[in-house]
Every structure is written in C-alpha cells, then in structure tokens.
C-alpha cells in the first residue's frame, strides 16, 4: 500500500490498523507478492521442490470470490464512468461507471479454470504454474487498470499499472532464462 498510496499508508502497519474496515487490508498486488515470496522462502527451508503451483488455481479462486465482496461494498476499485450499456450505478456517484470488481472477478473464474487444466503438465510445475498465475494476472490486471478509478501517477499510468509491468518483465526475464538453461542442458543427437 505503500507504494500506491505514499507515506498515510504507513499508519495502516500498527497491528491493530490493519484490521480496522476504514483503513482496509492493503493492495491485491501486494499480497499476491507476499504470498509469492513466502511461499518461496517456505519450499526452500522445507528443502523441498517448490509446492506452490497447488495455490495458483486457489489463488485466481479467492480473488474472483473477493472482487465480489468488492463490488458489492462499493469501496475498491468502482470504476471510471461509462455511457456502455454493462456501466452501473454505485453508491455515492450519480453516473454510470465501468464495474471494474466484476471484470476482474469474471477474469479470474475463467483463469481458476485455465490453471486447474494446466495444473498436472509436468512444464507447469516447480512453481512455474504460480508464475503463469501471477503473469496472467498482472497482464489482465494492466489493462483493466485503465478502466478503473486509479490515481495516473506516471505516463498515464497508475501505479499498479507500473507494478504489473514490472512483475511482467522479471517473469519474462525468469521464463527466458530457464528456456536458455535447458537449450544449454539439451544434448543435440549427433
């Protein structure tokens, strides 16, 4: 939340703020992040394979569950006004807006289903199912962004825009240089 609200966001890191429904949780973004990251750190102290790819489909789940919650409290991510005819009317505005929380809880049902297809194929996993998730996500996450209430804070982006590219550019940086590693690991038959 930091990095999307700035500095008022660190009142929200006393343990008894985060819980308080005025203040709100923090930032999807952020949490997928944490949940990437922890989940990381727990397969390698464990010594084990990365066992993370199970909550890729669970991941995309919850997050179609919780953008429900969102849209019908009205207080994230109500979107820009619309004159289409899938705009809605929210509490507090006297127009139409874009209902970003739908899309994205729309998305990710279809993403839940995706990664539960790709889940058992052996390409997908040691956490490359999660990193698809996480990539696919941020990609839909991006451009829903541009319908969505979200201050622009640099070149016409918002700041979860720039989040997104940036998780965007390291997975393609990851994927890149394992397709690399195992062209290098591959004996061509001679």
Known sequence: MIVFV??????????YMIFDPRVGPGSILG????????????????????????????MALGMAVGRLGDYFSGEDGI?????????????????LVHPAPLYDSAFNLFWFGVLLVL???????DGRLLKLGIGGYAAFRFFVEFVRNNDVVWLGLTAQQIVCLLALAGLLVYFTVQSQRRARTTVAPS
């Not at 008022?8 to 343990?15: G, H, K, R, V, W």
């Not at 979107?79 to 127009?95: A, I, R, S």
């Open 6 to 15: 700035g500095p008022p966001a660190i009142e929200t890191l006393s343990q």
């Open 31 to 58: 949490g997928v992040a944490g949940g990437y990251v922890g989940g990381y750190i727990a397969s390698h102290l464990s010594g084990r394979r990365c066992t993370c790819d199970a909550f890729a489909p669970a």
């Open 79 to 95: 979107g820009k006004p619309t004159t289409l005819p899938v705009g809605v009317q929210m509490p507090g505005v006297d127009y």
């Open 119 to 125: 889940r058992d194929r052996p390409s997908f996993q």
